[in-house]
């Protein structure tokens, strides 16, 4: 198995200050006690022109309700914002909201951007129907990576499912485009993932107290010239673990230079999660949830000009200081 340690990257300074929710309570109240040098008429003033966000969404009124946890950010500046379209809706109720998160998307803020995110997009989605209306975060999955994304319209659900997430959800299904055909048509993979200064993954393939456990299963679907289509499943939602994982096989997915890919046919990541299913943590009625693989993906496999799979091994990622060691074949 081949592991990865690309290079860091800078971080401008950024222009605003994070504040993490402890209690519920009142956004103004928090705000005082969290500014404690502004004065109220200030703080009403970066109300007015929307320089506060509640879970990357602007917000104006100052008697917003606030949920423990919740991130509250506060900008220097004010900002005009592009308008972001709204994900495909695969399912809502009164308990939960389940989108086709699009490529390219956030599902949070991030250290670099605050607004641009599905959850801000779908918050405000359902406040245009009632301005009390919350949603929470249940899971996440990597800004390049399309597919299933749930959240929560209620704080308790929330709580349970990230406490018991492993133990409730059943299914975790992606579908992945990868550079060249894999030798075994299905595998099981498994190592524990740690992390390098510069916030990359890589696999150490002993146990190991350091690292976090990962298991990812794949099957071939499909072949077309030097790609193959696999169908993947994970036991375990670690940080960009599929992503590591092909790449360890030496086939990383299109379109993944952070993880040493070599080819981006088609502009975007080639990974896509395409099922979710779990037991509700209340009623314990099994919930199923698919996001149809996109079009873009059945158009690239079904191409018959790619070239034939090369017999020379790819080139190994670089893998310098880590104290890995490979897979025992």
């Known amino acids: 198995m081949q592991n990865s340690n690309p290079p860091s990257r800078n971080n401008k300074a950024p222009k605003f200050k994070e504040f993490r929710v402890k209690k519920a309570g009142i956004l103004m109240d928090f705000l005082r006690e969290s500014l404690p040098k502004m004065s109220r008429n200030n703080i009403k003033s970066l109300l007015r022109h929307k320089q506060v966000a509640v879970e990357g969404v602007r917000v104006s009124r100052f008697d917003f309700p606030l949920a423990a946890n919740d991130m509250v950010i506060v900008f220097s500046e004010r900002k005009v914002e592009l308008k972001v379209s709204r994900p495909k809706i695969i399912y809502e109720d009164d308990e939960f909201l389940v989108i086709d998160k699009p490529s390219g998307l956030l599902s949070i803020a991030s250290d670099k951007e605050k607004t641009k995110t599905a959850i801000k997009v779908m918050m ?34 929330r709580n349970i499912l990230q406490d018991r997430w492993n133990e409730l959800v059943t299914k975790r299904g992606y579908f992945a485009i990868v550079e060249g055909v894999p030798k075994e048509k299905k595998k099981t993979i498994k190592s524990w993932l740690r992390q390098t200064t510069t916030q990359l993954m890589y696999s150490h393939y002993e146990e190991d107290d350091e690292g976090q456990e990962a298991i990812t299963h794949y099957e071939v679907k499909q072949t077309s010239g030097n790609h193959a289509l696999l169908d993947v499943l994970i036991d375990t939602g670690r940080k960009n673990q599929i992503r590591v994982h092909l790449n360890d096989l030496g086939h990383p997915i299109i379109g993944d230079k952070k993880y040493h890919s070599e080819t981006d046919p088609l502009k975007r990541l080639g990974l896509h999660a395409y099922a979710l299913e779990f037991h509700h943590p209340i009623t314990q009625k099994k919930l199923k949830f698919y996001a149809p693989i996109p ?6 496999m079904s191409q018959t000009n790619t070239p034939s799979p090369q017999d020379k091994p790819r080139k190994k990622p670089y893998n310098k200081n880590h104290g890995t060691r490979r897979a025992k074949r």
């Open 295 to 300: 079009k873009l993906f059945h158009q690239f």
């Open 124 to 157: 405000e989605y359902v406040q245009d129907k009632n301005p009390n209306a919350r949603l929470y975060v249940t899971h996440r999955i990597d800004r390049d990576t399309s597919g299933i994304l749930l959240f929560s319209k209620r704080e308790d659900l």
